[in-house]
């Protein structure tokens, strides 16, 4: 688009905040890291949920990533990036039979199952589509080796997949569907990983937990193996190149499927916050300023409706860190900076020293090109959602603002399922 200074002050200059900043060269960077950690052969599909910007999509498109996704608007993003629909695998719990056939019917064979009904409700969806889905079942292990999760999702009670208990139980109940052709197994437990020792073991659990289905009879063409990639979030740190993970990992893979290098299971990785938290900033400024009972107020112009959504709802809640865009190094006032929302809640720091900043004044969260603005509370109060802003070095390759819009609604003659 326009070769121009793309830092954030000349950014903030040309668009106004908040915006985000998304650095493409920086998913070049996540990817090569991330690709060159993980044993090869291996098939690697980017989570669009951890930021579905279509320029994201692409660039992660182009360097070989699949794409996997959980609703229509993920799967439009997906295929107008350039994915082909063989190389969408449509996930999620809740899959509605709406959301199933426009997958199919866009061309999209491939699904994880998430329970039995799931199971079903693909395979009935592919049958009304004339044709046979390939399903991962995703599975639950019995016990969790992710303590060290930021979130772990499973090894406990869980809405994700199916406990493997209940599939010991009655292994054929889940390769018998119509029309849904169990091609494999599918272990998600858990995201922010952070360390090469919590990564592999919890694809310990998941080997462990893939043999002996497969012992079963359940077949293992493919082995979703998940990932839970962590990497620094709303906050300044460098993301772990997980040193030693690639040979430790290969071990394992040798020991519990020995035939992994001949591409038999297929070993497949899935990531969304490692790929591209690392490529976001978010750029916000000061509104106001103001003291009450003691204690002095800084407004920014963005808060929980921009960022956050999702990190504050988690107990405890993520930290999340603005920080002035240049640090002054006059004596400190003690500052609680808030946003803009009309909601207590809506606060980044009860107790920041700063400088007393002045409205105008740049404030900046790194690495939030993950779980940013799409994952936020958007539509609280109705501001409109901050700029999006992608730069390839040098240049600005697009500059656009999402828009929440209401349109006319005609009643549905009868539901078609
Ligand atoms: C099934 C599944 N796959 C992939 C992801 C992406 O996780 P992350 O962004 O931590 O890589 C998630 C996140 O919730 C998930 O539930």
Request: net charge negative; hydrophobic share 40%.
């Amino acid at each position: 688009m326009t070769s121009a200074n793309t830092s954030v002050e000349a950014l903030a200059e040309a668009f106004g905040p908040p915006l985000y900043r998304y650095d493409l060269r920086e998913l070049d960077a996540a990817h090569d890291r991330l690709t060159r950690a993980l044993p090869g052969p291996h098939t690697l599909y980017y989570s669009l949920k951890a930021n579905p910007h279509p320029r994201i999509a692409e660039r992660l498109h182009r360097l070989g990533c699949r794409a996997e996704v959980t609703s229509e608007s993920e799967l439009e993003t997906a295929l107008a990036a350039g994915c082909p629909p063989a190389h969408c695998m449509v996930g999620g719990p809740g899959k509605t039979p709406a959301l199933l056939d426009h997958a199919l019917a866009h061309g999209v064979r491939d699904f994880s199952a998430e329970s039995h009904g799931d199971l079903h409700r693909i395979g009935a969806a592919a049958g009304r589509a004339g044709t046979t889905a390939r399903c991962l079942l995703r599975i639950n292990p019995d016990h969790t080796s992710s303590a060290q999760a930021a979130l772990t999702m499973a090894g406990l009670s869980s809405q994700f997949g199916v406990d493997a208990a209940t599939v010991h139980a009655d292994p054929e109940h889940y390769t018998r569907v119509p029309n849904a052709q169990l091609t494999g197994l599918h272990l998600y437990m858990g995201t922010g990983l952070d360390t090469t020792d919590a990564l592999l073991t919890q694809f310990e659990t998941a080997l462990t937990t893939a043999a002996a289905l497969a012992e079963l009879g359940l077949p293992l063409e493919r082995l979703n193996l998940g990932g839970g990639f962590g990497a620094p979030y709303a906050h300044a740190a460098v993301p772990s190149d997980f040193p030693g993970l690639r040979p430790q990992l290969a071990a394992l893979l040798d020991e519990f499927t020995p035939s992994w290098t001949e591409g038999s299971p297929e070993i497949v990785y899935e990531s969304g916050r490692y790929l591209t938290a690392p490529c976001g900033t978010l750029v916000c400024s000061v509104v106001d300023t103001k003291t009450s009972q003691g204690t002095t107020y800084v407004v920014l112009d963005a808060g929980i409706n921009q960022l956050g959504g999702t990190a504050r709802a988690r107990h405890p809640p993520v930290p999340i860190e603005a920080h002035p865009l240049t640090p002054s190094p006059a004596p400190p006032t003690e500052c609680r900076l808030v946003g803009p929302l009309c909601s207590p809640l809506d606060t980044w720091h009860e107790a920041l020293p700063l400088q007393l900043p002045t409205p105008g004044d740049l404030f900046t969260v790194p690495n939030v090109g993950a779980y940013g603005l799409t994952a936020a509370l958007i539509g609280f109060l109705g501001h409109r959602p901050a700029a999006e802003i992608c730069v390839d070095g040098d240049t600005v390759v697009s500059a656009t603002r999402l828009r929440l819009q209401r349109s006319p609604l005609a009643p549905r003659a009868r539901s078609p399922y």
